[in-house]
């Protein structure tokens, strides 16, 4: 599928309130090209509410609902058992959310509405931390990573919530990334067509939060697919299918490039080489990429998620 | 406010945050002699602002555009570069 | 047709003949029977509506709040700590304008872990905007329930209502009620028409955020909301009067108020306890009324300006605001200040399911005649006052 071939008709407005560069904003247009107008999107109290804009404007051409941070995965169970009430049953509805809300704080909202069996799409655009409020650690923040709750480098790994969403047996769930626009679309498309909970997961590179220069957003994107740092997989019928440059990492058939040139990207991992480098540090890093992988790639061969 | 009680309803416009496009520092300059139409630009705008004509050709909606700069770092041919606001071009 | 069934089993029955079209709810002692009794129905067809057996209270209300935004008539019952912990979403449903019923079985709140009747855990959330009934008989609850929904529903109103009555001593005690056809209730309350609706035909934005200019005029919307409450309560349980014969009596029940020189304001199962000690007290040659508070929220302090002329109000709460005192006892003293001289007393009693019976009522205002009592009191604790 090339860039050219995705739909023309734009859902969402310029002018909205997202940061120069966004990752949010654009994941959600590209979302929006593929769900199309019969949709609803809830957002929990994150930084995609403050980018749609403030009352009485938006910037969104659908209906989107607003709701308190931990209970967006709620909301939504109430707004799919309202649409069946009223013959909607076959209209989208989406949950939009940061990792804030889905990881931490939102997670037992999300975990009852999945194992309820609740027909709807939960995406996480994941920037790693609670950005909305000022680039606290959340947990989904890496290890080493500087936030400011973790101003040393986070000392604990991420959690894995993907493998928490495959642990309730849900029919659907899918990684992606805003820097490739075509997956990301395909994989909502992929949901939409699925009956029950799918869960779509779209690492969001945030420019402020990361401390990059902005114009990189896509580029530093690349650079976690290509190190291994994110894979692009899918899970379905209990199968797991890597994607892209991620399923030729996982199969090696091609070097993942140095995790360093990921880190040394971002001013959150700076810490991490000056004013020395932090072997110990960069060393776990490594031995977790590693560890991951083969943990994948064990999945793979025994055919288990 | 709308529908007959007093609550949060909003509607979609153009520029819910205002006019973005005196955030920017640099602006997006295109030179469409060197536009292959790949419209990478188009889709990595996380704004909407780069608009995409019937015929593929794209132009560059300044009262939005933040001058993120992703258009420029994505363009295969750099035929967009990002010049420096103000400086009266 | 007259049942005889516990508080609980009659709110179910109330909520399922209202005809709900969403139901999410928690269980907690004692409402538990409530989130049973309405599953069933759910699952035998009887009620005919989505139910989600959520993972919280908070989620419930969340739930609750994502079905009511799509246009459709909804239900949720808690107690105790699971009000306590959607207490954020109360807020968020009451200035949502979503016309939300609710029962709330009064229970107290711990450490330690208290099951038994108090008001504290609903007193604790009047600052949300939603309407608070008290109800003091099985009957009550069962037409208050489906009067809040012709209440919440109207154009004028929008506001959630919380419906509470005491644990145990309500939820779980049997008593006979006159239950209405379906087909006169359907006539009494219309299906709902919301004002409002999340539709993809219809792309609106509900809850972003909203700029300092603009918040006051929501709140305000919300008070004159309540201010007209006042006057819809008497109006709608009049109609129910007319139309099924029961009646509880309006913003507050009055018994024996017009030639009383003392009387009780209270409210919950206190206020049907209170009846019987004014029958004990006048029996004595005590001039007691009651005044049973219904209406907690919109506080009804027009009709206590009214009543307090020439009389001795004996509060008796059964919650506190630590730090202020009883719940009515400091409203009803702040409706009163400029308008009214008349003493008021305050009792705390009964906190945490401990009993009060009409005698110690009685004991309270004699207390009050004889000029024995503090301005506050708080009564029972460590076996003080009756069994």
Redesign the interface.
């Given at each position: 599928m090339a860039?050219?071939s995705?739909p023309?008709e734009?859902l969402?407005?310029?002018?909205?309130?997202?940061?120069?560069?966004?990752?949010s904003?654009?994941a959600l247009?590209?979302a929006l090209k593929a769900l199309g107008?019969?949709?609803?999107v809830?957002m929990p109290a994150c930084c995609a509410?403050?980018c749609?804009?403030?009352?009485?404007?938006?910037?969104?051409?659908?209906?989107?609902?607003?709701?308190?941070f931990?209970?967006a995965?709620?909301?939504?169970?109430?707004?799919v058992?309202?649409?069946?009430?009223?013959g909607?049953e076959d209209?989208n509805v989406v949950v939009w959310a940061g990792d804030g809300g889905t990881y931490d704080i939102g997670l037992?909202?999300l975990?009852?509405a999945v194992?309820?069996g609740t027909d709807f799409i939960y995406i996480c655009y994941n920037n790693e931390m609670y950005s909305n409020t000022g680039i606290q650690r959340s947990g989904a923040t890496p290890f080493g990573a500087w936030t400011t709750t973790t101003w040393k480098g986070k000392d604990e790994r991420k959690k894995d919530l993907p493998a928490i969403m495959r642990a309730h047996g849900l029919p659907y769930m899918a990684t992606a990334i805003p820097s490739y626009?075509e997956d990301l679309f395909r994989k909502v498309q992929k949901a939409m067509s699925i009956r029950g909970p799918k869960y779509i997961e779209i690492l969001a590179p945030c420019?402020p939060g990361w401390r990059f220069?902005?114009?990189?957003?896509?580029?530093v994107g690349r650079l976690a697919v290509d190190t291994g740092a994110f894979a692009l997989y899918e899970y379905e019928n209990g199968r797991l299918m890597f994607n892209l440059k991620s399923k030729s990492i996982l199969e090696k058939k091609v070097e993942p490039k140095p995790i360093e040139e990921y880190l040394q990207m971002q001013g959150r991992f700076a810490h991490l080489f000056k004013p020395e480098r932090n072997e110990a540090a960069l060393s776990q890093i490594r031995a977790e990429l590693d560890e991951n992988w083969e943990r994948m790639r064990k999945q793979v061969e025994c055919g288990v998620a | 406010?709308?529908h007959g009680v007093k609550t949060?309803?909003?509607?979609?416009?153009?520029?819910?945050?205002?006019?973005?496009g005196v955030?920017?520092d640099f602006r997006p300059v295109l030179d469409s002699s060197k536009c292959v139409k790949?419209?990478?630009c188009?889709?990595?705008?996380?704004?909407?602002?780069i608009k995409?004509a019937e015929d593929?050709t794209i132009s560059i909606?300044y009262?939005?555009?933040?001058?993120?700069?992703?258009c420029?770092?994505?363009c295969p041919t750099k035929a967009i570069t990002?010049t420096r606001e103000g400086l009266g071009e | 047709m007259i049942i005889i069934d516990t508080g609980d089993r009659i709110a179910a029955k109330a909520a399922q003949m209202a005809r709900p079209?969403?139901i999410?709810a928690y269980p907690i002692t004692p409402q538990t029977v409530i989130v049973e009794k309405t599953a069933e129905y759910a699952e035998t067809g009887e009620l005919d509506?989505?139910y989600?057996?959520?993972?919280?209270e908070?989620?419930?209300m969340?739930?609750?709040?994502?079905?009511?935004?799509?246009?459709?008539r909804?239900f949720t019952a808690t107690s105790s700590h699971g009000l306590a912990l959607m207490h954020?979403?109360l807020h968020?449903a009451a200035l949502s304008r979503l016309p939300i019923v609710m029962v709330n079985v009064n229970r107290t709140l711990g450490p330690g872990w208290n099951i038994w009747a108090d008001q504290t855990d609903a007193l604790a959330q009047r600052d949300t905007g939603w309407v608070q009934f008290y109800c003091a008989s099985c009957q009550e609850i069962f037409d208050v329930i489906v009067q809040s929904y012709r209440l919440a529903e109207m154009e004028d109103v929008q506001l959630p209502i919380m419906v509470n009555y005491d644990a145990f001593v309500l939820s779980h005690t049997s008593m006979p009620v006159e239950i209405p056809e379906q087909a006169e209730i359907d006539k009494f309350l219309p299906p709902y028409r919301a004002l409002w609706q999340?539709?993809?035909d219809?792309?609106?934005?509900?809850?972003?955020?909203?700029?300092q200019a603009?918040y006051g005029g929501i709140r305000k919307d919300m008070q004159d909301a309540h201010e007209r409450v006042k006057d819809l309560v008497p109006r709608i349980a009049n109609d129910w009067k007319q139309r099924f014969g029961t009646d509880h009596g309006g913003l507050i029940e009055q018994i024996q108020c017009d030639d009383a020189d003392y009387i009780l304001v209270t409210m919950g199962a206190f206020g049907a306890e209170a009846k019987v000690a004014v029958e004990q007290l006048r029996d004595e040659g005590v001039k007691a009324g009651l005044a049973r508070i219904r209406v907690f929220r919109p506080f009804p302090a027009e009709v206590f300006r009214e009543l307090a002329k020439g009389r001795t109000l004996v509060v008796v709460d059964r919650g506190v605001s630590i730090g202020a005192g009883g719940g009515i006892y400091t409203e009803l003293k702040s409706a009163l200040y400029g308008h009214s001289i008349a003493p008021v007393h305050g009792f705390i009693a009964g906190l945490g399911g401990k009993d009060v019976t009409y005698g110690e009522m009685s004991e309270m205002v004699k207390r009050v005649a004889a000029g024995n009592a503090a301005e506050v009191e708080w009564w029972g604790l460590d076996g003080q006052g009756g069994a």
């Open positions: 860039v050219k995705l023309k734009e969402v407005r310029p002018g909205g309130g997202g940061c120069p560069g966004c990752p904003s654009l247009r590209i107008k019969n949709s609803v809830v509410v403050v749609v804009g403030p009352y009485p404007k938006s910037s969104i051409d659908i209906p989107v609902v607003s709701i308190a931990e209970a995965a709620a909301a939504a169970s109430g707004i058992s309202g649409f069946k009430r009223k909607k209209a037992q909202a975990s009852g194992e309820r626009q420019p220069p902005m114009e990189k957003m896509l580029e | 406010m709308s949060t309803i909003s509607y979609p416009v153009d520029g819910a945050m205002g006019q973005t955030w920017r790949c419209l990478k188009w889709i990595s705008c996380p704004d909407a602002c995409r593929d909606d009262v939005y555009c933040k001058g993120c700069g992703i420029a770092n994505e990002m | 079209e969403f999410a509506a989505e989600v057996r959520v993972e919280s908070h989620s419930a969340t739930a609750v709040i994502g079905a009511a935004i799509t246009g459709i909804t954020e979403m968020w999340i539709d993809p219809d792309p609106i934005t509900y809850a972003n955020m909203v700029p603009y």
